[in-house]
T-cell receptor, first 113, second 110 residues
Framework: SQQGEEDPQALSIQEGENATMNCSYK?????LQWYRQNSGRGLVHLIL?????REKHSGRLRVTLDTSKKSSSLLITASRAADTASYFC?????????????FGRGTQLTVWP | NAGVTQTPKFQVLKTGQSMTLQCAQD?????MSWYRQDPGMGLRLIHY???????DQGEVPNGYNVSRSTTEDFPLRLLSAAPSQTSVYFC?????????FGPGTRLTVL
């Protein structure tokens, strides 16, 4: 399976601190994506990084990708209580023309006021 | 745009009953998929479709059927519900590399 694995499983921080989550995967990918899921809701796409990119920014989000180590990290700067959610990485198989996504188990982030 | 909609939001079934989970999208996306999410697990792909009339199996297809008669709709059918199918089900449509998820259906099979 190419399923990504997030680390840590749970992260608890204070507002204003930075949150870093990591994702490792097993095989070659076309791209890696990060999604957020608020409790009881569907997943929301946050950011996508392609296999030929090393870093990408979107607002307070910074994603890095190291294809040699088959790993990615998501950094949320200046966290807010509203960032409390589960965060999932998803990988798109390089060998698949259909772009199927494989999701990890997620990191539960709690940001305390 | 309503995006991806799913009905019902909650459902309780008895073992052996059948039902259909509805999914619709108004973004004219060709690619749609169904996932299930279990506690402590990521999402697992059940079935997907790359366009009207074309469907294929994902990682965990057993016990589920799908059809795709229109671009908008992608229903998921449980033929004979089992307790192992208790889960939260998400439908998604895709544009390029980004997937758009519905709000989910929480299904309990007793």
């Amino acid at each position: 399976s190419q399923q990504g694995e997030e680390d840590p499983q749970a992260l608890s921080i204070q507002e204003g601190e930075n949150a870093t989550m990591n994702c490792s995967y097993k095989t070659s990918i076309n791209n890696l994506q990060w999604y957020r899921q608020n409790s009881g809701r569907g997943l929301v796409h946050l950011i996508l990084i392609r296999s030929n990119e090393r870093e990408k920014h979107s607002g307070r989000l910074r994603v890095t990708l190291d294809t040699s180590k088959k790993s990615s990290s998501l950094l949320i700067t200046a966290s807010r209580a509203a960032d409390t959610a589960s965060y999932f990485c998803a990988t798109a198989d390089r060998g698949s023309t259909l772009g199927r996504l494989y999701f990890g188990r997620g990191t539960q982030l709690t940001v305390w006021p | 745009n309503a995006g991806v909609t799913q009905t019902p939001k909650f459902q309780v079934l008895k073992t052996g009953q059948s039902m259909t989970l509805q999914c619709a999208q108004d973004m004219n996306h060709e690619y749609m998929s169904w996932y299930r999410q279990d506690p402590g697990m990521g999402l697992r792909l059940i079935h997907y479709s790359v366009g009207a009339g074309i469907t294929d199996q994902g990682e965990v297809p057993n016990g589920y059927n799908v059809s795709r008669s229109t671009t908008e709709d992608f229903p998921l059918r449980l033929l004979s519900a089992a307790p192992s199918q208790t889960s939260v089900y998400f439908c998604a449509s895709r544009e390029r590399d980004t997937q758009y998820f519905g709000p989910g259906t929480r299904l309990t099979v007793l």
